[in-house]
């Protein structure tokens, strides 16, 4: 009976393959976006990109949206924020940097959850917490490529991490309202807000409507229904994945991004590589906790 109990811990269940499907499908992304935004702006994607992904998930919970409230929409606006400065930083950046140096700096949003709880919550990290900071870091460091003799980020590095910093923000954001709002209709409003915002935002920037071409239009209805797939996955898998597996199992977007990007070409050095290894070895360090550290404070859980 133990042995079976044991064989299950090691075994994933249908909702954790659906999880590494959905992980699979986010590591790609980076590839797509990298291609797509040299036919595009940022914003005019992003913003495509989200309100097709809304119209799509409306479609599917119609029903559902009868009942929308004011909170709800409030909530789907503050979310939809930090989706819009995320993504749209996420995407700018991608326009000068390699899609897998973009994804291992885009996986910092891990740490960085517990470092924004300490600032906006008063809740300090654990000591798991500060071990994976410093991992991810260094691992930040080898991933820029300059080392620590020069420190000196790219424009495109600087976008992207910055975009981590929203994304953290924006699981944040999620954690305080999961409770109070029906999911199906705030992943639609969420998906709407954060299209608006881009789109509301272009003239502001100076971003102009892309010249057409097929290829922004089918990678921009491609993202849409992968956004929807995605959202759809995960709310139904983490009824039953715990926090800390599920963060594990999306630890590995990054690994994915490299390996496609580097079919298609992209060669990271040997330092961004050990790098990136850095930075998963700090998301794991942060979110699994060995024992005896899980014993001197309260485990800090990826929200979603």
């Not at 499907?21 to 590839?31: D, Q, V």
């Not at 595009?40 to 409230?69: E, Q």
């Not at 409507?209 to 849409?224: E, H, Q, R, T, Y």
């Not at 992968?226 to 594990?248: C, D, E, F, G, Y």
Request: hydrophobic letters at 55%.
């Amino acid at each position: 009976m133990a042995e079976m109990q044991q064989l299950r811990r090691f075994l994933f269940s249908k909702q954790e393959l659906a999880l590494f499907a959905a992980t699979i499908l986010w590591g790609i992304t980076f590839l797509i976006i990298h291609i797509a935004v040299q036919y595009s702006g940022p914003l005019f994607f992003v913003g495509f990109r989200f309100i097709v992904a809304a119209l799509i998930s409306g479609m599917i919970f119609w029903r559902s949206m009868k009942g929308v409230t004011f909170y709800e929409i409030f909530a789907g606006m503050s979310i939809g924020l930090g989706m819009f400065f995320g993504y749209t930083l996420q995407t700018a950046g991608l326009q000068t940097i390699i899609s897998s140096q973009s994804a291992f700096i885009t996986a910092l949003y891990v740490p960085m959850v517990p470092i924004l709880q300490w600032i906006f919550f008063k809740k300090p990290p654990h000591f798991a917490s500060w071990v994976g900071i410093i991992f991810a870091f260094v691992g930040l460091v080898l991933v820029s490529g300059q080392g620590f003799k020069g420190i000196n980020f790219s424009k495109g590095e600087i976008l992207t991490l910055l975009g981590a910093l929203a994304i953290a923000g924006e699981i944040i954001l999620i954690g305080l309202f999961a409770n109070k709002v029906d999911s199906r209709r705030i992943t639609v409003i969420q998906l709407f807000f954060g299209g608006v915002f881009s789109f509301f935002c272009m003239p502001l920037m100076g971003e102009n409507i892309p010249k057409f071409s097929w290829v922004w239009l089918n990678v921009g209805l491609s993202l849409a229904l992968m956004s929807a797939v995605i959202q759809l996955t995960m709310n139904w898998a983490q009824k039953s994945v715990s926090p800390t597996r599920a963060t594990l199992i999306y630890a590995g977007e990054p690994v994915w991004a490299g390996i496609v990007g580097r079919l298609a070409g992209e060669r990271l050095s040997a330092s961004a590589l050990l790098g990136g290894l850095l930075i998963l070895i700090g998301i794991v360090i942060a979110e699994l906790q060995p024992a005896q550290w899980r014993k001197k404070g309260v485990v800090n859980k990826k929200i979603n």
